[in-house]
């Protein structure tokens, strides 16, 4: 048992108690007792010696549970988590659509100040002047991510605005899908350079910065295809995300002593333009047909981003699988 006033943080694990849970003659602690907030951890075989007193005091405990969850502990741990994106600078590549757009409108909303590129500068610009408009900072930079120079401009247009970044985000990619027998080796090239070199490119604009403040966060957007294959059509990509996530692995094991905080992210079907990057039409036919089936909006993935940068800086979510419920792979 842990007495939540002396540790606030604690709180997550507390269940709140309810009529159901207390009629149960297996129940355990799970709320408050003698007055007084206890932890018991989900799974532990602690039974309070005095339980039947918790359901003697159902309504007083709840009440208590209440308050103590608005006054002392709920708040602390919101703010910081609040705090952990609020102000800092996050560089997204990919932005100007899809689960790039998604993910600056929705840190932008938590205080982020967004510097977002991607080829297509008018659609940037126009999400730039709606993040100021609801009273964010954003800033949009043409760029080429298969384009070395450009991605530096990228990170050097982020320092000089903004004086630092935080947290990159490498999230522009594409996915022709087509069998490997069609031999579309301009789309292979066209996959590698962005999914692969682009995120490379991404890491090395980013890190003499991090490493000069001795911290930082570099999040890139690999697939569940980077964990599972699916061929024929998506062997090439398939390739390219599992790449991104042994790089992200790479990257952590080299940076973590330098305080970089490394996150893969690998999300199933989501609704985006991705799917028009695939020109071969069985392909196309077939991806359409399980995005129609499946896809969840993009700010589900955008949650899931902002959900890894709010953490304490001595945490770091390695990893995310975000699937649709009804994916089956
Ligand atoms: N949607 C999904 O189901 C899904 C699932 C798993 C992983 N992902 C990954 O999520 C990431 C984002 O994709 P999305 O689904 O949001 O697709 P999207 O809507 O097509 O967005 C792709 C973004 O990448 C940008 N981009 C493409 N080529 C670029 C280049 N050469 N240089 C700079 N930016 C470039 C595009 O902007 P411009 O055209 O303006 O440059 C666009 O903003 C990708 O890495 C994708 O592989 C998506």
New binding site residues.
């Given amino acids: 048992m842990t007495d939540v006033k002396a540790d606030p943080h604690r709180l997550r694990n507390i269940r709140k108690p309810t009529p159901k849970r207390h009629q149960s003659t297996i129940a355990r602690p799970h709320g408050l007792a003698h007055g007084r907030l206890v932890v018991c951890h989900q799974g532990d075989d602690v039974i309070d010696d005095n339980f039947s007193h918790v359901t003697e005091t159902f309504s007083h405990d709840l009440r208590l549970y209440q308050s103590l969850q608005s006054e002392v502990a709920l708040r602390p741990q919101g703010d910081i988590m609040t705090k952990n994106i609020e102000r800092k600078v996050v560089v997204i590549?990919?932005?100007?659509?899809?689960?790039?757009e998604s993910t600056a409108r929705h840190l932008a909303t938590r205080g982020a100040t967004m510097v977002l590129?991607?080829?297509?500068k008018d659609?940037l610009d126009l999400i730039a002047k709606d993040i100021r408009a609801n009273g964010g900072d954003a800033l949009a930079v043409e760029?080429?991510?298969?384009k070395r120079t450009q991605v530096e401009n990228l990170a050097k247009a982020a320092i000089d605005t903004y004086g630092k970044i935080d947290v990159w985000v490498n999230?522009?990619?594409?996915?022709p899908i087509a069998p490997l027998a069609q031999l579309r080796v301009d789309e292979w090239d066209r996959m590698i350079d962005?999914?692969i070199k682009?995120v490379l490119y991404g890491i090395a604009a980013a890190l003499p910065y991090m490493l000069k403040e001795n911290g930082g966060h570099i999040i890139n957007?690999a697939?569940?295809?980077g964990i599972k294959v699916f061929a024929p059509g998506g062997t090439v990509y398939c390739a390219t995300k599992a790449a991104v996530r042994s790089l992200t692995e790479g990257l952590r094991m080299e940076f973590h002593a330098n305080k970089i905080r490394t996150t893969i992210i690998s999300?199933?079907?989501?609704n985006?333009?991705?799917k028009?990057?695939t020109s071969d039409e069985a392909s196309s036919k077939a991806v359409d047909q399980l995005y129609k089936a499946w896809?969840i909006p993009?700010d589900s993935i955008a949650r899931a981003i902002a959900y890894a940068i709010e953490q304490p800086s001595d945490v770091d979510i390695n990893e995310i699988v975000v699937r649709p419920t009804v994916q089956d792979f």
Avoid at 143 to 146: F, I, K
Avoid at 171 to 175: D, K, P, R
Avoid at 267 to 270: D, L, N, S, Y
């Fill in positions: 590549t990919g932005a100007s659509s899809g689960l790039g590129g991607a080829r297509r659609r760029v080429d991510a298969t999230n522009a990619g594409i996915m962005l999914n682009g957007i697939s569940v295809f999300p199933g079907a989501v985006s333009e991705l028009e990057s896809a993009a």
